[in-house]
């Protein structure tokens, strides 16, 4: 017997890095990716958004003041993906990180989205990605999802930024 599934309203609402120096993280998350600090506690943690909700990331040195990234070979988040709501968005965020000097890890198409990948100023992955209409998602001849990872056209994608 399978267990029940989740409830599909179900998402995930944000993510809470633990950071070595607290103004650094600021700086990249609120300068090059434009999240808005929404509340800080003193110098240990701060809390930001897109559009005002309460947060979407978390960001604290309780733990992890000074300190180091874990080591290639160890367990621990892989990537924060922030989804942006179109192509032109995203687009936009690519320029930002062009502007700042933030080198990509790698970017790609899967068919069911387009990303770009990088690392913030602590080397947590993160990956910004926009979504395709679930209409335009590729599938096998049995219905089921055939992503794939192909090269994303970065030119063409700038070629979309409004800002």
């Known amino acids: ?45 701060a809390f930001l958004s897109a559009g005002g909700y309460h947060h979407h990331i978390g960001l ?29 968005s995203l687009a936009n965020a690519l320029r930002r990180l062009q502007q700042a000097g933030i080198r990509l890890d790698g970017a790609a198409d899967h068919g069911v989205s387009e ?17 395709r209409p679930q209409a335009e998602w590729p599938l096998h001849p049995d219905g089921s999802l055939a992503m794939v990872t192909e090269p994303l056209d970065l030119r063409a994608l700038l070629a979309e930024a409004t800002e």
Do not use: C
């Open 115 to 131: 990303a770009l990948y990088l690392h913030d100023p602590d080397h947590n992955g993160v990956e910004l990605y926009r979504d």
């Open 60 to 88: 604290n040195t309780w733990e992890s003041l000074g300190g180091r990234p874990p080591a290639p070979g160890h367990t621990g988040l892989y990537h924060t993906a922030i989804l942006y709501p179109d192509r032109p």
């Open 1 to 45: 017997m399978n267990p029940p599934a989740i409830d599909p309203r179900v998402r995930i609402g944000h993510v809470h890095l633990k950071v070595a120096d607290l103004e650094r993280s600021i700086r990249f998350y609120r300068d090059v990716l434009g999240f808005e600090v929404m509340q800080r506690f003193g110098t240990t943690a």
